[in-house]
């Protein structure tokens, strides 16, 4: 019985941790885009720190002057510097321009 009882630690535990290393890399991977997009425009000082703000918190769609065509622009530069080809930057521009 306390054999059964440590398996089931152990893999609630392995689980819990694996997602919590997901949550932890998208957001990772939030602030890498959202430091590319501000780059790109090149937003320096509270312009840029407004950018961030809004872009981590998922504002970013929302705001005013992001058309469709700069967000694709945005989004295609983001891919070319992750070196995405094929399905893989067909998966990230979807997920990209859907808000997601």
């Keep these: 019985m306390t054999v059964k009882i440590m398996v089931i630690v152990a893999a ?5 941790t694996t997602g919590y290393a ?18 790109s ?9 407004q ?3 809004s872009c981590m ?8 002057g992001n058309s469709q065509q700069e967000k694709m622009k945005t989004y295609n530069t983001d ?4 070196g995405l080809k094929g ?8 997920t990209c321009l859907s808000g997601k």
């Design 12 to 16: 609630t535990s392995m689980l819990l």
């Design 57 to 64: 918190s998922g504002e970013q769609a929302a705001a005013p």
């Design 79 to 82: 891919a070319t510097a992750k």
């Design 22 to 39: 997901a949550a932890d890399n998208s957001q990772q991977e939030k602030m890498k885009t959202c430091n590319t997009d501000a780059t």
């Design 87 to 94: 399905a893989d930057r067909k998966a990230f521009m979807k």
């Design 51 to 53: 950018f961030m703000s």
């Design 41 to 49: 425009k090149g937003l320096k000082g509270a312009e840029r720190k």
